[in-house]
């Protein structure tokens, strides 16, 4: 699809490897791999038998083509993955599609119209900076990366279609302008071209103060239109609806098609929402997909600013992908950051060029049926799903680094056995991994599951009793180390499913379908009930999208230095109680790696003691003070019945008036305080409640979690 001219112009993709069409044989032999542990033998030898039918038959031929198709283009796959995964989705963008970011907060507070007009002038100068060829070109470790999709980042808006979407790229002279969402109405911000380019920090403060005034009128006069009323909920209705209402408005008046251009042609949108989340979940769900009102889901990216001062972004994904998005962000929130400790002696405003026009929109009976109907979906749709949020500060990459192992692969194991133990089954798992080394590059499919990670699962769960501690973790080790391999060579452009697509859609008109393309194996290997993907960042608090199928998850997740985070989104699944799972999981990952060479006898004597010891401290804490005796006072005696804790979700005590303190892992080496009096317990555990609580955590622990680790003895 064409994009900005000028983009392709300053970052050329000429230069960059083309994607390679991967062998046929390689590709097969992969997906019997990765297939065959998600299937019962009888299905899969099913599924086999055509997959070698296909290959002795039709798979040489659609090879060519495909060898044909990558010799005469830049990329042989960019057009049939735009259209098969974006514009011929019929689902909600919303709901499906978009991605979300929820950033940290700014080091002090800003109102939320200085906050929107400093991060406008940003992105504006953002576009600047692209569009000049100063912005830097991508690389990661030196090696560069493909900046095609740049040229969509700026003036693009999705479109429905009859049958089909597609997008409309305009130019600088027509998206000049910014749309801003309030009370649910929009208005757009017409900028003078000066505020793109302004050299010093005088003059873009001087840019920051005039957006913000234009924005604080907004919000000091706007009267909320009625929900009834919205235009922007329509953008989250399911596709065809929307293009039925999208003709309908159109069609109302010629007022109409001119606001709806002036919307969808805007450089980009910030929403200036009344909502004030409060937290993690609340804040991750505005940002996601707040109540509709204040966002158009089809517009290239939408910057949204809340009345309490935090902040977000919604991404269309169909020509752009996060981690491109996420150079901006970047951008965007250093600049905040840095606004709100920037104390400048004096603020004036420049209106010269600055406008700001409210869209008007009219309406007919159709109209506000379409817009009723869009309400309804989008709140039983919003109802229909949970949105659940973890944060794992047990440890993080640091530590899994410790262990040797790679921090993304081991994250995805974990994801593996939280849902094995809440489903008692293999999962088809997505994996997203970044082809951007090549021109045009997007996404390969890194397929998480193999029959290293099925066994270890099993292990873990079905026949704990027979394997030791030491087979578990070499069977975990095995299966970390697959999923990096495998996850390498998607980055390579070897992956499974994107050959595949190519190879289905390599087929003439006419040409009878090859029966493996409908195989329920086949198609079933690529359901993913697990969509996972990760973006680390400190700039970010959250982060996620909504599953991909009915009976699936969304899985986002950020793996920060000492902490691990995901955002868990399904139709009323469990995303509460799969975070649960996950925090499970990762507890008895680190435990199982950790502890690999010892004896079940040495882990049962471990448990035993810190029980003891946390049932002593328990019943100290709620007797009348009195000095411990001389034996259990000595260093000796209570180091003798106080070994070192085995489980990094035992809490440490820190301030006794903060029970959010209570949160954090003892360090491995610690060791349980030996002397101690009575007056020090209190001063360290002023509540009962919190020993109980460690005290259950523990039972459930040994009863629950460390029944895999102790293999029967008889």
């Not at 769900?285 to 309490?308: E, S």
């Not at 305080?673 to 040994?702: K, W, Y």
Request: aromatic share 10%; proline share 4%; net charge negative.
């Amino acid at each position: 699809m064409p994009g900005n001219s000028t983009v392709s112009q300053m970052y050329p993709t000429s230069s960059l490897q083309k994607l390679p069409v991967p062998e046929l044989d390689d590709t097969v032999s992969r997906f019997v791999d990765v297939a065959r542990p998600l299937f019962g033998k009888v299905e899969f030898e099913s599924c086999l038998a055509k997959l070698n039918d296909f290959v002795a038959n039709e798979g040489p031929v659609l090879q060519a083509r495909l060898a044909e198709r990558a010799s005469s283009r830049e990329n042989w796959l960019e057009e049939w993955w735009n259209d098969y995964a974006y514009f011929n989705n019929r689902a909600s963008v919303c709901f499906n599609v978009n991605y979300f970011f929820g950033f940290r907060s700014t080091p002090q507070p800003l109102s939320q119209a200085r906050l929107a007009a400093a991060l406008i002038e940003s992105a504006v100068r953002f576009r600047d900076d692209l569009e000049s060829g100063r912005l830097e070109h991508d690389n990661i470790r030196g090696k560069a990366m493909c900046m095609h999709q740049y040229q969509y980042m700026f003036g693009t808006c999705r479109h429905p279609g009859a049958s089909k979407d597609w997008t409309d790229v305009y130019s600088r002279a027509e998206s000049s302008h910014v749309a801003v969402a309030h009370k649910g109405r929009f208005f757009v911000l017409r900028l003078p071209e000066a505020a793109a380019v302004a050299a010093t920090s005088s003059t873009r403060q001087t840019t920051v103060d005039t957006i913000e005034r234009h924005l604080q009128d907004i919000i000091d006069r706007t009267e909320r239109a009625e929900r009834a009323q919205s235009i922007g909920i329509l953008t989250a209705a399911l596709r065809d609806d929307w293009f039925a209402a999208r003709e309908c408005l159109l069609q109302v008046s010629s007022d109409n098609a001119a606001s709806l251009h002036a919307l969808e042609s805007a450089a980009f949108l910030v929403s200036l929402d009344t909502a004030s989340p409060a937290t993690h979940k609340e804040f991750s769900l505005a940002c996601h997909c707040g109540d509709g009102v204040d966002r158009y889901f089809d517009k290239n990216f939408q910057i949204i600013v809340f009345a309490n001062g935090r902040y977000g972004f919604n991404g269309e994904h169909s020509l752009t992908d996060a981690t491109t998005d996420m150079r901006l962000c970047n951008a965007m929130v250093r600049e905040a950051d840095d606004l709100s400790l920037d104390h400048p002696l004096a603020r004036g405003t420049n209106d010269d060029g600055f406008r700001v026009e409210e869209l008007k929109f009219d309406y007919s009976i159709e109209l506000l049926d379409h817009i009723h109907r869009a309400i309804e979906y989008f709140d039983a749709t919003v109802a229909a799903h949970e949105l659940s949020t973890l944060t794992f500060d047990g440890y993080g990459k640091e530590n899994i680094k410790k262990m040797k192992v790679s921090p993304d692969a081991y994250v995805q194991m974990a994801m593996q056995l939280a849902y094995y133990r809440r489903f008692r089954s293999v999962p088809p798992t997505y994996e997203s991994a970044s082809t951007k080394a090549f021109s045009r590059g997007r996404t390969e499919t890194s397929r998480s599951v193999s029959h290293h990670s099925v066994e270890w699962c099993k292990a873990m769960v079905d026949i704990p009793e027979t394997t030791s501690l030491q087979a578990k973790s070499e069977l975990l080790k095995q299966a970390i180390a697959h999923q990096s391999q495998f996850t390498a060579q998607c980055a390579k452009g070897n992956g499974i499913d994107r050959h595949m697509l190519g190879l289905e859609h390599a087929l003439l008109v006419g040409e009878p379908r090859p029966a493996i393309f409908a195989d329920p194996v086949f198609t079933g290997s690529r359901h993913w009930k697990l969509s996972t993907s990760q973006i680390s960042d400190s700039i970010l608090d959250a982060y996620g999208w909504g599953e991909v199928v009915d009976d699936g998850f969304g899985v986002a997740y950020r793996i920060e230095n000492e902490s691990l985070h995901f955002n868990v989104v399904s139709q009323r699944l469990g995303s509460a109680r799969l975070c649960q799972y996950l925090s499970d999981a990762l507890m008895d990952m680190r435990f199982l790696l950790t502890n690999a060479h010892k004896q079940p006898h040495e882990i049962m004597a471990e448990v035993d003691a810190v029980a003891n010891a946390l049932t002593s401290i328990k019943l100290l804490s709620s007797s009348p003070k009195r000095p411990l005796s001389a034996q259990s006072a000595t260093a000796d005696g209570w180091q003798q019945a106080s070994p070192r804790l085995p489980t990094p979700e035992a809490a440490a005590i820190n301030d006794p008036k903060d029970a959010s303190s209570f949160r954090g892992p003892f360090p491995a080496e610690a060791e349980i305080p030996g002397t101690m009096v009575v007056d020090e317990l209190e001063q360290q555990l002023p509540s009962n409640e919190v020993i109980c609580a460690l005290e259950t955590r523990l039972s459930r622990f040994v009863r629950e979690s460390l029944y895999w680790a102790l293999p029967s003895t008889s």
